[in-house]
């Protein structure tokens, strides 16, 4: 096993500042591999989404749904989607989400009848329950967190850009390359 240089905090967040917008996947992937591992502790609280555009189908289509983000309230306890809402981000129960759909016809999951009909579902898709867990996975050669998802066939891979930002790597059967994103987390209140 080769070991690969990783960034600092000031290299990885001046080089996600110019690609924020997007960037070719191949680069968005050696961007990943160059980042610092991060352990499981380190993921714990809330965490505002957003995606890295590389071209990938999935683009922007958690955005255009009213993604929020995720939290991990412990090793056990992980909600993997929160959705903005009224009261605040609540978590929604991932096994109703169509991931064929989402994967195979991407387009179809972006017409605004296909949006606002999950609108109006959401509210009776919402659980308390968590439906992932955080674990430390191997991947691409490397020791990191990963969220594995209960009831779907993906796993989010873990990388650190600095101390509240964090580069995911989706990992799903049938998708060619992993979707990227970010998570940036929230500030701890009360």
């Keep these: ?39 499981v502790a380190d993921m714990l609280g809330r965490w505002r989404g957003s995606g890295l555009p590389t071209g990938s189908k999935l683009d922007g289509l ?7 983000g995720k939290e991990f309230n412990g090793a056990e306890s992980v909600h993997p989607l929160l959705f903005a809402g009224r009261g605040g981000p609540r978590p929604v129960d991932p096994a109703w989400i169509p991931l064929s759909l989402l ?4 387009g179809l999951a972006r017409l605004w009848p296909v949006r606002t009909a999950f609108g109006r579902l959401r509210p ?39 101390p509240d930002t964090i580069l ?3 990992d ?9 994103f970010l ?8």
């Design 168 to 170: 995911g790597a989706m």
């Design 124 to 162: 009776l898709l919402h659980t308390n329950r968590p439906t992932a867990r955080l674990r430390t996975i191997e991947h691409r050669g490397v020791d990191t967190a990963a969220m594995v998802y209960d009831a779907l066939p993906i796993i989010d891979v873990f990388r650190r850009i600095g």
């Design 1 to 39: 096993m080769t070991t690969i240089p990783q960034l600092s905090d000031e290299a990885a967040a001046s080089w996600l500042a110019e690609h924020r917008t997007g960037v070719a996947p191949e680069e968005a992937l050696a961007f990943f591999d160059g980042l610092p591992t991060v352990p």
């Design 62 to 68: 958690l955005e255009a749904y009213g993604w929020y």
């Design 172 to 180: 799903m059967r049938g998708l060619p390359a992993p979707f990227f």
């Design 183 to 190: 998570l940036e987390r929230e500030p701890v209140t009360g």
């Design 103 to 106: 994967r195979d016809h991407s």
